[in-house]
T-cell receptor, first 113, second 112 residues
Framework: NAGVTQTPKFQVLKTGQSMTLQCAQDMNHNSMYWYRQDPGMGLRLIYYSASEGTTDKGEVPNGYNVSRLNKREFSLRLESAAPSQTSVYFC????????????FGPGTRLTVT | DAKTTQPPSMDCAEGRAANLPCNHSTISGNEYVYWYRQIHSQGPQYIIHGLKNNETNEMASLIITEDRKSSTLILPHATLRDTAVYYCIVSQPPGSGNKLVFGAGTILRVKS
């Protein structure tokens, strides 16, 4: 099992450009999450999907949109990137019913110039 | 979700026990204590969780005080590979969507 995979690993955008970060999990988990981590800080929740077909805002949702494409995939879209969105983005998943553990992907390092 | 307070950094000698404290004085009755760690910018890794009883797994032990206002994560024989940022998190059980709120954590440096 690959666990949680994220693409791309690195990305540089110019201000105003758009892009979609992709996340997929092969553990048949119900819940998926997007976090961002700024230098020297803990992770902050952007959006989450408790189950397929539902999405909810987290702590810092402004400037982002998400799509739970199916049970495996959860994407994060930046419609008009801003320098303040320079960060490392982590996707995670968990089995809402059975597990207390969230499994994290390796992260996407995004720089907006 | 209740807020947690952790020391910003700690040092530990290799082979010794690392004891990482966490204060969560506003924890409510159904909230769990979770511990995660993050090694050098990798994705966080789950370590252990508990409600009110002490817990032990292959990685660590979790000691929760009787009043549940604080806890200690114990790595019994720390190695250099345990150098990481350790996050203490208080959150709802999984049925509520299991949202985690990460603070700044404790940087643990294991030294030879």
């Amino acid at each position: 099992n690959a666990g949680v995979t994220q693409t791309p690993k690195f990305q540089v955008l110019k201000t105003g450009q758009s892009m979609t970060l992709q996340c997929a999990q092969d553990m048949n988990h119900n819940s998926m999450y997007w976090y961002r981590q700024d230098p020297g800080m803990g992770l902050r929740l952007i959006y989450y999907s408790a189950s397929e077909g539902t999405t909810d805002k987290g702590e810092v949702p402004n400037g982002y949109n998400v799509s739970r494409l199916n049970k495996r995939e959860f994407s994060l879209r930046l419609e008009s990137a801003a320098p303040s969105q320079t960060s490392v983005y982590f996707c995670a998943s968990s089995d809402r019913v059975l597990s207390y553990e969230q499994y994290f992907g390796p992260g996407t390092r995004l720089t907006v110039t | 979700d209740a807020k947690t307070t952790q020391p910003p950094s700690m040092d530990c000698a290799e082979g010794r026990a690392a004891n990482l404290p966490c204060n969560h004085s506003t924890i409510s009755g159904n909230e769990y204590v979770y511990w995660y760690r993050q090694i050098h910018s990798q994705g966080p890794q789950y370590i252990i969780h508990g409600l009110k009883n002490n817990e032990t797994n292959e990685m660590a032990s979790l000691i929760i005080t009787e009043d549940r206002k604080s806890s200690t994560l114990i790595l019994p024989h720390a190695t250099l590979r345990d150098t990481a940022v350790y996050y203490c998190i208080v959150s709802q059980p999984p049925g509520s969507g299991n949202k985690l709120v990460f603070g700044a954590g404790t940087i643990l440096r294991v030294k030879s």
